[in-house]
């Protein structure tokens, strides 16, 4: 595989995330020993000084409170240096009364926005998309989401999805569209005939034999 090819490949739900090790606003880290035991979002904007990225890292600042609570770390990235981030945030909190409790990669390199497919050269061949990557503890990518650089975020479907996953892991469920914290779940369908047989004595909530809901 060629290094172009490397860079426009896309990660992949269930693969294990790159490894990196990169300047933040809070040091220089290495990212599986910095995520070590934790669930991590890490996401990308386009640029610092920027009317909508503003908007999003105020808003990721409103649910960092709650990430924390569900075992999250929160990163972000630009390709932007570390003095251009630290006067952003400085900004923000100087002029928008926000302050920002995670830290930001300084990637002027595009060594980790190549890595994880942030590039999209119909977009930017300089700039990282809105990307968000959900990331567990053994380092699986879980979920992607991709945002063109003129369309921000929306961070109920960032904590929504992280409540699922832990939901989905936590009791051996699905979870259905639209689904919120408090909401019956989805269990798994039945692997055999003799399975589907008993499926609907189970005590479950069942439409048929392959579709039943329970609560938690």
Same mark, same amino acid.
């Given at each position: 595989?060629?290094?172009?090819?490397?860079?426009?490949?896309?990660?992949?739900?269930?693969?294990?995330?790159?490894?990196?090790?990169?300047?933040?606003?809070?040091?220089?880290?290495?990212?599986?020993?910095?995520?070590?035991?934790?669930?991590?979002?890490?996401?990308?904007?386009?640029?610092?000084?920027?009317?909508? &990225?503003?908007?999003?890292?105020?808003?990721?600042?409103?649910?960092?409170?709650?990430?924390?609570?569900?075992?999250?770390?929160?990163?972000?990235?630009?390709?932007?240096?570390?003095?251009?981030?630290?006067?952003?945030?400085?900004?923000?909190?100087?002029?928008?009364?926000?302050?920002?409790?995670?830290?930001?990669?300084?990637?002027?390199?595009?060594?980790?926005?190549?890595?994880?497919?942030?590039?999209?050269?119909?977009?930017?061949?300089?700039?990282?998309?809105?990307?968000?990557?959900?990331?567990?503890?053994?380092?699986?990518?879980?979920?992607?989401?991709?945002?063109?650089?003129?369309?921000?975020?929306?961070?109920?479907?960032?904590?929504?999805?992280?409540?699922?996953?832990?939901?989905?892991?936590?009791?051996?469920?699905?979870?259905?569209?639209?689904?919120?914290?408090?909401?019956?779940?989805?269990?798994?369908?039945?692997?055999?005939?003799?399975?589907?047989?008993?499926?609907?004595?189970?005590?479950?909530? &069942?439409?048929?034999?392959?579709? &039943?809901?329970?609560?938690?």
């Amino acid at each position: 595989m060629t290094e172009t090819q490397v860079e426009k490949r896309m990660l992949l739900i269930g693969e294990e995330v790159p490894d990196f090790e990169a300047e933040t606003t809070d040091g220089r880290i290495k990212f599986k020993d910095w995520a070590k035991g934790s669930w991590v979002i890490l996401f990308s904007h386009p640029a610092d000084f920027t009317p909508v &990225c503003t908007t999003e890292f105020m808003a990721f600042a409103d649910i960092y409170p709650d990430l924390k609570e569900r075992g999250v770390k929160l990163l972000g990235l630009s390709i932007d240096s570390i003095y251009s981030h630290i006067s952003w945030i400085r900004t923000i909190k100087e002029k928008l009364g926000t302050d920002i409790p995670f830290p930001i990669i300084e990637d002027l390199s595009m060594n980790v926005a190549k890595k994880y497919g942030m590039i999209h050269p119909s977009q930017s061949a300089t700039a990282a998309v809105r990307a968000v990557f959900f990331i567990d503890p053994e380092f699986k990518l879980r979920a992607l989401i991709y945002y063109p650089l003129s369309n921000g975020r929306n961070m109920k479907e960032i904590t929504r999805i992280i409540d699922a996953f832990q939901t989905s892991d936590k009791h051996g469920v699905a979870t259905p569209a639209n689904w919120e914290p408090g909401d019956d779940v989805i269990v798994p369908p039945p692997k055999t005939t003799a399975e589907a047989e008993k499926r609907l004595a189970e005590g479950y909530d &069942c439409a048929d034999w392959f579709f &039943c809901k329970k609560k938690l």
